[in-house]
C-alpha cells in the first residue's frame, strides 16, 4: 500500500484550499452520495480537530476525520464526519485512517473515553477497534445510526485476564497488518494462548496464500501465453520471409 501523509490540524491552522478540499469532499459523500439533506456545516468545525489523509504520489484528499476534543457539554472525545473517496475504499484506508487517529488521541487525550455516533452498517467496523454499543439504533437524517464508545487503550482490553477472542474484522486486520504495534503485540500474546484463534487465524493466512497463488498462477499463464504468441507470429512472418525469398528465386 503507497505511503499516507497524514495532516492533524486545528480549524484555524488549516489552508484556504485545504478548507475548501474537505467540505467539498464531506458534501459530496455525506449529502450526495447518500442522498442525505442535513446541514454538514453545523458550527462545530471551529472547536474541532481535523485529520486528513493523502496518497504521497497524488495530491487530492483522500480520507478524512473530525475530532471534537472534551468540553463542559461533554466527557467523551467525539469522532465524525469519517470518509474515504470513493474510488478508494475497500483498500484499508479508512482503518489505517483510524489507527492514525486513535494514537493521536491517546497522545493529547490519554484516559479520555472517546464517542462515535455511528452508522449502523459500519458497527462491526467500530468494534473492531474496541467501541461498544451503548444505546439502541436510532434515525439520525434518515439513517439508522447508534452511540459507540471506547474506554481505555484496545490493546489493554485484549490483555486483560481471560482474554476475548478476536472476532472476524480483528483477525483481517492483524493479517493484513491494518493495526498498530501496541495492537499487533496483544494480538500475538493472544494467539499464543487461544488454540481456537490460532487455528482460524492459520485457515486465515492459507486461505490467502491460496488467494495470492491463483492470481500468480493467472499471471503466468497469461505471460506464457503471450510469449507462445510471440513466438506463433514469429515463426509465420519466418514462412513469410522464406515463401518470399523463393519466389524470387523462381522469377
Known amino acids: 500500500m503507497a505511503d499516507i501523509i497524514y495532516q492533524w490540524a486545528k480549524f484555524d491552522d488549516l489552508e484556504r484550499d485545504l478548507l475548501y478540499e474537505i467540505l467539498q469532499l464531506r458534501q459530496k459523500v455525506f449529502v450526495l452520495e447518500q442522498s442525505c439533506l442535513f446541514l454538514d456545516a453545523d458550527g462545530l468545525d471551529q472547536e474541532a480537530w481535523h485529520f486528513t489523509g493523502r ?129 499487533k503485540e496483544a494480538y500475538l500474546k493472544h494467539l499464543k494462548q487461544c488454540s481456537e ?4 487465524y492459520m485457515a486465515l493466512m492459507m486461505f490467502s496464500i491460496k488467494e495470492q497463488g491463483k492470481k500468480e498462477h493467472g499471471r503466468g499463464f497469461l505471460l506464457l501465453r503471450s510469449r507462445l504468441s510471440l513466438m506463433a507470429l514469429g515463426c509465420l512472418l519466418a514462412l513469410l520471409v522464406a515463401g518470399w525469398a523463393i519466389s524470387l528465386k523462381m522469377f
Request: with cysteine; net charge positive.
Open 197 to 200: 484463534c490460532y487455528q482460524k
Open 55 to 183: 496518497l504521497q504520489n497524488e495530491q487530492r484528499l483522500l480520507a478524512y476525520l473530525r475530532v471534537l476534543p472534551p468540553s463542559q457539554e461533554r466527557a467523551e472525545v467525539v469522532l465524525g464526519r469519517l470518509l474515504v473517496c470513493r474510488e478508494k475504499r475497500g483498500k484499508g484506508f479508512g482503518r489505517k485512517m483510524m489507527v492514525e487517529v486513535l494514537k493521536r488521541i491517546d497522545a493529547v487525550y490519554p484516559g479520555r473515553a472517546v464517542k462515535v455516533c455511528a452508522q449502523s452498517r459500519l458497527k462491526k467496523f467500530y468494534e473492531s477497534f474496541g467501541f461498544k454499543s451503548v444505546s439502541q439504533p436510532y434515525d439520525e437524517d434518515g439513517i439508522e445510526h447508534i452511540d459507540m464508545i471506547k474506554d481505555g487503550t484496545y490493546s489493554e482490553s485484549l490483555t486483560e485476564t481471560g482474554l476475548r477472542c478476536l472476532n472476524a474484522a480483528e483477525m483481517k486486520a492483524f493479517s493484513k497488518g491494518y493495526c498498530s504495534e501496541k495492537e
